[in-house]
C-alpha cells in the first residue's frame, strides 16, 4: 500500500514540475513577443520590481533563527520531561506546530520591528 502511495507522489511530483516548467517557459515566451512588438508596459515585466526594499534582511533570519532553535530547544525540554510523545497518538504533531509557533513569533517580532521603525 506505501508503495502505491509514493508512487502516486512521485508521479504527482513530476507532473507539477513538468506544468512549471512549461508554464514558465511560455510566459517567457509570450513576454518576449510582446516586448519585441513594441508593448513594453503591457508585459508586465516592471510589475515584480518593488519600490521598497528589504533594509534589515539579518534581523530578520537572526530572529526567525533565533526563535527557532528557543523552539527546538523547548521541544527538546518537553520530550526529556516526559511530557511530549513524538511517536504516536494525539502528540505526534505537537513539536512541529510549537516549532511553526515559533518561527511566526520570530516573523512577527521582525515584522513590528520593521513597522516601527519605517514611521
Do not use: C
Request: net charge positive.
Amino acid at each position: 500500500m506505501s508503495e502505491q502511495i509514493g508512487a502516486a507522489i512521485v508521479t504527482a511530483v513530476v507532473f507539477f514540475g513538468l506544468y512549471s516548467l512549461l508554464k514558465v517557459l511560455t510566459d517567457y515566451l509570450l513576454r518576449r513577443k510582446i516586448v519585441n512588438s513594441g508593448h513594453i508596459e503591457k508585459a508586465g515585466i516592471m510589475e515584480n520590481i518593488s519600490s521598497e526594499t528589504n533594509k534589515y534582511p539579518t534581523l530578520k533570519w537572526g530572529l526567525v533563527s533565533l526563535f527557532a532553535g528557543a523552539g527546538m530547544i523547548l521541544i527538546q525540554i518537553l520530550s526529556r520531561a516526559g511530557r511530549l510523545n513524538w511517536d504516536q497518538g494525539a502528540d505526534a504533531f505537537l513539536p512541529v506546530g510549537i516549532e511553526l509557533i515559533f518561527i511566526a513569533a520570530g516573523f512577527l517580532l521582525f515584522f513590528f520591528i520593521a513597522t516601527s521603525k519605517k514611521s
